[in-house]
T-cell receptor, first 113, second 108 residues
Framework: KAGVTQTPRYLIKTRGQQVTLSCSPI?????VSWYQQTPGQGLQFLFE???????NKGNFPGRFSGRQFSNSRSEMNVSTLELGDSALYLC????????????FGPGTRLTVL | KNEVEQSPQNLTAQEGEFITINCSYS?????LHWLQQHPGGGIVSLFM???GKKKHGRLIATINIQEKHSSLHITASHPRDSAVYIC??????????FGKGTKLSVKP
């Protein structure tokens, strides 16, 4: 079974631009969660989608948004990029039950100049 | 105070040593996860615990719900165990709350 895939793997943007990241979960998984990892803050939860609905949301500004499609693939969008948005963005998928083991993708490394 | 505290932050060991990484948390949890992150970013889920003890190969994870504390042990450590080990707790909203991680370096 293929693992979680994320595209693109690396991305360079400038301040003020917007970016869309994509995550394809493991086949059969209905939950996709997104995380931001920075050297200063470590890993932080962004949001979770389950069956095309946002089920949980972390404490991030509205510039961070996401969606999930009927095939469970998910996208994350960041508008009006700031330097501080430079980070590794990870997605993880699971079947969707509380406490399920999450399977992480390799991440997208975003650099904002 | 962080909701999830790990210690130590950095750990250097000689090959073959027994290693313990600790995690304390202050929130109610549904489960506790131990994750491993290698250089380059990939994260692997090692354990998910809600009580007791789990073992997988040379790795052992324990949790004490009353004391809100978990430990990850590595027996007979090997240089390939060098990685960042992250404790994460499942919050009441279903999200994960992460510790800052423990960077382990095992020298041959």
């Amino acid at each position: 079974k293929a693992g979680v895939t994320q595209t693109p793997r690396y991305l360079i943007k400038t301040r003020g631009q917007q970016v869309t990241l994509s995550c394809s979960p493991i086949s059969g998984h209905r939950s996709v969660s997104w995380y931001q990892q920075t050297p200063g803050q470590g890993l932080q939860f962004l949001f979770e989608y389950f069956s095309e609905t946002q089920r949980n949301k972390g404490n991030f500004p509205g510039r961070f948004s996401g969606r999930q499609f009927s095939n469970s693939r998910s996208e994350m969008n960041v508008s009006t990029l700031e330097l501080g948005d430079s980070a590794l963005y990870l997605c993880a998928s699971c079947h969707g039950g509380r406490g399920d083991t999450q399977y992480f993708g390799p991440g997208t490394r975003l650099t904002v100049l | 105070k962080n909701e999830v505290e790990q210690s130590p932050q950095n750990l250097t060991a000689q090959e073959g040593e027994f290693i313990t990484i600790n995690c304390s948390y202050s929130v109610g949890i549904s489960a506790l996860h131990w994750l491993q992150q290698h250089p380059g970013g990939g994260i692997v889920s090692l354990f998910m615990l809600s009580s007791g003890k789990k073992k997988h190969g040379r790795l052992i994870a324990t949790i004490n719900i009353q004391e809100k504390h978990s430990s990850l042990h590595i027996t007979a450590s090997h240089p390939r165990d060098s990685a960042v080990y992250i404790c994460a707790v499942g919050g009441s909203q279903g999200n994960l709350i992460f510790g800052k991680g423990t960077k382990l370096s095992v020298k041959p």
